[in-house]
């Protein structure tokens, strides 16, 4: 390994367990990493650094990159980058690296495959029977023979096209890039097409869950139109971005059962505010943006940024690079 790196940390201070003490571990053993301190002065705190740690993406400022003249890599600790003001860091010309889907796609589909779960058996509705002292209700489905529509195929959905397969369920995906044919035998996927095919997957799918970045041409994928198109028992699945889903459209293909229900990890505006009216609803199962929370993503994403740290300083290009 070169030279030790000066790191700088910017930790989310309402969610530092488990990812900062990760952080230390995996970084603060080979490299100068000091801990950013909000109630100081900026300038002395970015002076000579040349990594940033940017928990989410969602902790840098403008202000931070106007003062990050010594920064060789900032390394967003998340995904998705839509909280993440990209074009002015390339703007700065400081160089941006995330940790990609990879890194979060087993908990991803574990907690979309849980969602289809509860759905399936009616949760809600078995809490209240429960309660209430009745027994041997509701009557639920199983997953087994049910199809299970994909949209988009990137890591996430690619694991919970394994787990599903392994439930029996028949399963498609659609995708912008072509899917290889060996791909597609080796997730079992009975379609697999294009954006144009979406009308189809919707009016034939029992469970449609979404894995797609969000941006201009994604958001409110799922709108009026399109929740018109899925049938009356279908369920939609989002653990991807809340931005995907028209929600105030979502509340009334749900309340007015015109889909069976909905399984909800992220929503438009975050935190999430309580009296959401889809929090409100039998046929909902919802979350607070934890479906890739798990102390295995967070040990996972501490190794990429070492690594990438590692790579700075040895002068060699660093991975998952997102501004060019």
Known sequence: MGQRQRVLFLPNPKLRDPWQPDIVAAVGARHDLKIFDPGSPLEPQFAGVEVVLDFGGAMGTRAMADVAQ???????????FDHFDLAYWQKKKIPVANCPGEFTAIPLAECALL?????ARRWS?????LRSGSMCLPCGKELA???LALLGFGSSARELAIRA???GMKISAIDIRDIPQAEQEKFGLEFAGKPSDLDQLLSSCDYISLHLHLNEETRHLIGRKQLRKMKPTACLINVARGGLVDEKELYLALSEKRIAGAGLDVFSDEPVDPDNPLLSLPNVVATPHIAGVTEETSRRRAACAAE????VSDGLEFLHRIDR
Request: aromatic letters at 10%; zero cysteines; hydrophobic letters at 45%.
């Open 308 to 311: 990438n740290i590692d790579r």
């Open 145 to 147: 023979g049910q199809s």
């Open 70 to 80: 010594s920064v060789k890599l900032w390394q967003i600790l998340g995904t998705g």
């Open 165 to 167: 397969g392994a439930f």
């Open 115 to 119: 969602f289809m779960l509860l759905l």
């Open 125 to 129: 509705e078995a809490q209240h029977h």
